[in-house]
């Protein structure tokens, strides 16, 4: 019976009705729509940074991560892959060789990492192929021609086809120098990234590095980049104390953080636009309440409990309420489900953005039912706290008093 | 018998009383008793260590957990600003160059034909894979002059010096303790402390040996401390040395790097 004055009561104050469901439904579509982009694109952000160069899943001698030296490498490259292939769910192995080194061409000379990596494989793990700008990429049976990124390219003023030495330390610790030729040139996006490095097939680096057989790490493509944290721990019980293998949660937890605290920040800023909104909800829901005091008060006086009036009035809000998170649910949910197949494109932006290195150019949102629902019941509650402070206000009159209120 | 109260001595007594217990307070000028201001003892220290010019061939094996290699050189220096150094073993390396005019430092390597300069952001890599830096060879004889020097303590048989950094000096160490030998006005044992107080490095000056006129350790040891480098050593044997001859200046001009590679 309730539910039917309520309905009756809805129906009557059609602008209230109407601009309390509009406000609400804004609300809800915006919060979805909100955490679905901020939650989308931190992801795609993280993957951008992942699959760039670090890879989803990277093992090393147990030390490394904390004093990266030539004491703490992975001494036995083969075995590893021995004893990786007896475990399901990789899709791809490589090894890589990094070291810290002086580049010299002409009169530039300029510290960076150069790497040896396997670059068949290698195309699986990284985006290192795909960034190609000039020239082109390694491949599996190159000798002294390496791929380095657009700023160490610029640094060094080398174009495709010049020559540049490097000179390091080997793995043994002896002094290790050679003539590279360059075979091409990468821009990922990534500032630092770009600046600083290069690579070489790592068959021919471990001739010039002594390190046949060595790696400093060895990254693993997971068959599943979400369960790369399971993955690790599989790999951590085959292979025993004596390496480590991370997931990228892990190995990147610096930028996850990063992501972390974004998602902090922007969650603090919809909360006090709804904070805003739910004032508004309750004022106007105040004054439609108050307008009805004469009502009220006439319900009152012929026996109905405040405790009825309460249940009245929040059935009319509840309802309300039902009915906007319903529609604001829909709409924020389409909305979502289309930018989710359709990223938002900032493409023809794609080399400016490259340029000011950033490497995102479609942002996507996530489509989560959960989230979706999750976010429905906060708007939902706000809504219905809305409520709970006008309807006070009137039952606290006496029933006399609101007849004669104006 | 009256015990007699007091002791006068005689005219004799006295005399000899002077002889024994006076005289030895008298301060002798004792040959090595030098004016003992710290920044004396640094000076003579450095001066014995490098010498007007000096030339030296030597051996520097790197010790590490896993490797042992050696390297044989031949250096020549002028004063502290200005050295040169040439790799002659191993044959893979021999004519390796090595330039140093005040705080740069140049490098050629013959097998790729090539000079460069080692820049700024490489000074604290490793030289040469061994456990001294760029910036040691670069910034070695420059102690006297970067930093503040106290004598902490002293034995007969050696002085115990504290260097604290000046103000505007760009170093490495934060704080460096050495003991000198007394006689030798050479260094014993060198510690090397970072901004956190750590003990970073301790090198050690061994095998003190009469070269022409001057005293000098040809055993040095460097032991670089902390878990990371645990099983690291370097160790260098000096073999012949020749100070204060006079050294050719083209062996300190950037074309020195490859005419005197080999």
């Not at chain 1, 160069?53 to 590893?80: E, H």
């Not at chain 2, 090198?203 to 040095?220: C, D, E």
């Not at chain 2, 690291?232 to 790097?257: G, M």
Request: proline residues 4%.
């Amino acid at each position: 019976m309730f539910i039917k004055i309520a309905i009756k009561n809805i129906c009557a104050y059609r602008k209230r009705s109407i601009i309390t469901v509009a406000l609400t439904a804004f609300s809800t579509a915006l919060l979805i729509f909100s955490s679905a982009l901020m939650t989308g694109s931190h992801n795609k952000m993280l993957a951008n940074a992942v699959e760039v160069y670090p890879g989803y899943l990277q093992i090393t001698q147990k030390d490394f991560r904390d004093v990266p030296s030539y004491d703490n490498l992975i001494f036995d490259v083969k075995a590893m892959h021995r004893k990786l292939s007896s475990i399901p769910g990789i899709a791809a192995i490589g090894a890589r060789f990094e070291t810290f080194v002086l580049f010299a061409a002409e009169n530039k000379t300029v510290g960076g990492m150069l790497a040896g990596i396997e670059p068949k494989n290698e195309n699986r793990l990284s985006r290192l192929a795909q960034s190609l700008k000039e020239g082109s990429y390694l491949s599996d049976g190159d000798a002294a021609q390496v791929y380095l990124g657009v700023g160490l390219a610029k640094k060094l003023q080398v174009k495709v086809g010049d020559t540049l030495a490097f000179v390091g330390t080997g793995a043994d610790y002896s002094f290790s120098a050679d003539i590279l030729y360059v075979k091409g040139i990468f821009q990922t996006g990534s500032f630092d990234f770009d600046n600083s490095t290069a690579f070489v097939n790592k068959a021919y680096f471990d001739d010039a590095m002594a390190a046949e057989n060595y790696a400093t790490q060895i990254i693993v493509l997971p068959q599943n980049p979400s369960k790369s944290d399971a993955l690790a721990e599989q790999i951590n019980q085959q292979l025993g104390t004596e390496y480590q293998a991370l997931g990228w949660r892990k190995s990147m937890d610096g930028l996850v953080e990063a992501m972390e605290l974004d998602s902090v920040f922007g969650y603090i800023s919809l909360a006090i636009i709804f904070l805003v909104i739910f004032f508004v909800i309750m004022i106007y829901t105040l004054l439609n309440i108050m307008g009805r005091s004469r009502e009220i008060g006439m319900m009152r006086a012929l026996g109905t409990t405040p405790g009825q009036v309460f249940i009245m009035l929040w059935m009319e809000c509840l309802i309300l309420g039902m009915l906007s998170v319903f529609i604001g649910g829909l709409f924020g949910g389409g909305l979502t489900a289309y930018f989710h197949f359709h990223p938002i494109q900032l493409s023809g932006y794609e080399e400016q953005f490259k340029q000011y290195g950033l490497m995102a150019a479609a942002l996507p949102t996530v489509f989560r039912p959960i989230m979706i629902a999750r976010d429905i019941l906060i708007i939902l509650t706000l809504s219905l706290f809305a409520a709970i402070y006008p309807i006070f206000k009137v039952n606290r009159y006496r029933p006399l008093e609101a007849i004669h209120h104006v | 018998m009256r015990w007699r109260i007091c002791y006068f001595p005689s005219v004799l007594q006295l005399f000899f009383l002077a002889i024994f217990v006076a005289l030895p307070l008298i301060p002798f000028p004792r040959a090595d008793a030098a004016p003992l201001d710290a920044n004396t003892i640094i000076k003579r220290v450095e001066d014995n260590l490098n010498g007007k010019t000096a030339m030296m061939r030597f051996s520097m094996q790197v010790k590490t957990s896993r490797s042992l290699r050696t390297i044989k050189m031949t250096s020549y220096a002028v004063g502290k600003q200005k050295s040169f150094i040439r790799i002659d073993y191993p044959g893979r390396d021999k004519g390796i160059t090595f330039l140093k005019i005040n705080n740069a430092m140049w490098q050629y390597v013959p097998r790729i034909e090539k000079i460069f300069k080692i820049p700024a952001s490489m000074m604290l890599q490793s030289w040469m894979g061994s456990d001294f830096t760029n910036d040691d060879l670069v910034k070695e004889s420059s102690l006297s002059r970067d930093y503040t020097t106290r004598l902490q303590a002293e034995t007969t048989n050696q002085y115990t010096l504290q260097l604290l950094p000046q103000a505007d000096a760009a170093v490495v160490w934060e704080k460096i303790i050495m003991t000198v030998s007394r006689k030798y006005f050479l260094p014993m044992a060198v510690k090397y402390y970072d901004e956190d107080g750590k003990l970073v490095r301790v090198i050690r000056y061994l095998n003190v040996k009469k070269i022409g006129t001057r005293f000098y350790p040809t055993h040095w040891l460097v032991i670089p401390q902390g878990t990371e480098k645990s099983g690291h050593q370097t160790i260098i044997d000096i073999t012949e040395a020749v100070f204060d001859k006079p050294i050719d200046n083209n062996y300190f001009r950037k074309t020195a790097l490859r005419r005197f590679s080999n």
